[in-house]
């Protein structure tokens, strides 16, 4: 299998205040996750690709202080929001790659809801 | 990465067979068409992938021509619970997944 879970699936908190997400890859190991965020009815758009054990690279226009990842094994990453403010307020999800018949699948979480009041 | 152009949204009715097409003029030699599945607040889900010609799995068949310019996506039967956004994405394997806007498919009763 290729389970990937998310926690919280969903989480409020205060504006000014650090939320954590975590994405998990229950059944396999993965080297690469990545980290997207979807507004209502608008696609999801891709924050950036964590990679274990370095630096996550960041696609442009995304603060890398703003949003910080830890990729710390290689099956988990966190996706930590610092300072939250209502306009991050947002759907975000995660997916993590596996090696399937010598190509990289993405498989992906079931998302966190994460309101900022 | 190869642009793709899809409808906005489409309507069905239940038991009926949907087809939803993707336009890519510009899709490379080592793309792959990739269609993914997603719910109101879930992920995305992989619905089916293809090269060239047909594919068909227990889910959906996907039709590619030829020129590989456009695919499309036939759900055969389908029910209210395929209610949902569809993505096509055309890249090469291996490559980080940029979505597209997607098509909204409303089945009605």
């Known amino acids: 299998g290729a389970v990937v879970s998310q926690h919280p699936s969903w989480v409020i908190c205060k504006s000014g205040t650090s939320v954590k997400i975590e994405c998990r890859s229950l059944d396999f190991q993965a080297t690469t996750m990545f980290w997207y965020r979807q507004f209502p009815k608008q696609s999801l758009m891709l924050m950036a690709t964590s990679n274990e054990g370095s630096k996550a690279t960041y696609e442009q226009g995304v603060e890398k202080d703003k949003f910080l990842i830890n990729h710390a094994s290689l099956t988990l990453s966190t996706l930590t929001v610092t300072s939250a403010h209502p306009e991050d307020s947002s759907f975000y999800i995660c997916?993590?790659?596996?090696?399937?018949?010598?190509?990289?699948?993405?498989?992906f979480g079931p998302g966190t809801r994460l309101t900022v009041l | 990465l190869a642009k793709t152009t899809q409808p906005i949204s489409m309507d069905s009715y239940e038991g009926q067979e949907v087809n939803i097409t993707c336009s890519h003029n510009?899709?490379?030699?080592?793309?792959?068409i990739t269609w993914y599945q997603q719910f109101p607040s879930q992920g995305p889900r992989f619905i089916i992938q293809g090269y060239k010609t047909k594919v068909t799995n227990e889910v959906a068949s996907l039709f590619i021509p030829a020129d590989r310019k456009s695919s499309t996506l036939s759900l055969p039967r389908v029910s209210l619970s395929d209610t949902a956004v569809y993505y096509c994405?055309?890249?090469?394997?291996?490559?980080?997944?940029?979505f597209g806007k997607g098509t909204r498919l409303h089945i009605l009763p």
């Open positions: 510009n899709i490379a030699t080592n793309d792959y």
């Open positions: 997916s993590a790659e596996k090696t399937v018949s010598s190509y990289n699948e993405q498989f």
């Open positions: 994405l055309v890249l090469p394997r291996d490559d980080k997944i940029i």
